[in-house]
């Protein structure tokens, strides 16, 4: 069965731009999480969808969306890019909502010039 | 910031044990996870633990929860250089939200 698989893998953007960001899920999960890692503030929660739905949301301003399709696939979505928001951008599926086995796939890294 | 605090490194020797400690904070939280980073990939969960045992144990692998003082640890058994990686300490609180603590990077020394 084929991993969590994120695209692109690398991106470079500059301030002021917008970013989509995807993820296509372990096949038959349901569930799919993003994360956000920097080394200064660490792994941070930014959002879940479970059958095209937000069910639960992280402390990040309005600029980072998501949105999950009917195949399960997600995307993430920050507009005004801001320096700070260079990271890599994890996500993870799981069969269903709030089960404790999350899988991740490799991350995003997103580089903010 | 986190709420899930570990100390940031650890080096052991080959052969020897391994304990990554973790506190939490949250009284509440449902499960406890230990994932593992290695350089350039996401994060592979390793084990976790629910918060009603106190003692988990898979192969080289040992998880002990001290609900009193919000203290768990992982134990790896026979540590082998391809141990050597970042391994996070993560809880779930009863809202589903994930807070993971900084992690700890292990080095094993042949």
């Known amino acids: 069965k084929a991993g969590v698989t994120q695209t692109p893998r690398y991106l470079i953007k500059t301030r002021g731009q917008q970013v989509t960001l995807s993820c296509s899920p372990i096949?038959?999960?349901?569930?799919v999480s993003w994360y956000q890692q920097t080394p200064g503030q660490g792994l941070q929660f930014l959002f879940e969808?479970?059958?095209?739905?937000?069910?639960n949301k992280g402390n990040f301003p309005g600029r980072f969306s998501g949105r999950q399709f009917s195949n399960s696939r997600s995307e993430m979505n920050v507009s005004t890019l801001e320096l700070g928001d260079s990271a890599l951008y994890l996500c993870a599926s799981s069969l269903v909502q709030g089960v404790e086995t999350q899988y991740f796939g490799p991350g995003t890294r997103l580089l903010v010039l | 910031g986190e709420d899930v605090e570990q100390s940031l490194f650890l080096s052991v020797r080959e052969g020897d044990s391994s304990v990554i400690n973790c506190t939490y904070t949250?009284?509440?939280?449902?499960?406890l996870y230990w994932y593992k980073q290695e350089p350039g990939a996401g994060l592979q969960l390793l084990t976790y633990?629910?918060?009603?045992?106190d003692m988990k144990q898979d192969q080289r692998l040992t998880v002990l929860l001290n609900k009193k003082d919000k203290h768990l640890s992982l134990r790896i058994a026979d540590t082998q250089t391809g141990d050597s990686a970042i391994y996070f300490c993560a809880e779930k609180g009863t809202n589903n939200d994930m807070r993971f603590g900084a992690g700890t990077r292990l080095t094993v020394k042949p």
């Open positions: 969808y479970f059958s095209e739905t937000q069910r």
């Open positions: 633990i629910f918060s009603n045992m």
């Open positions: 949250d009284s509440s939280s449902t499960y």
């Open positions: 096949s038959g999960h349901r569930s």
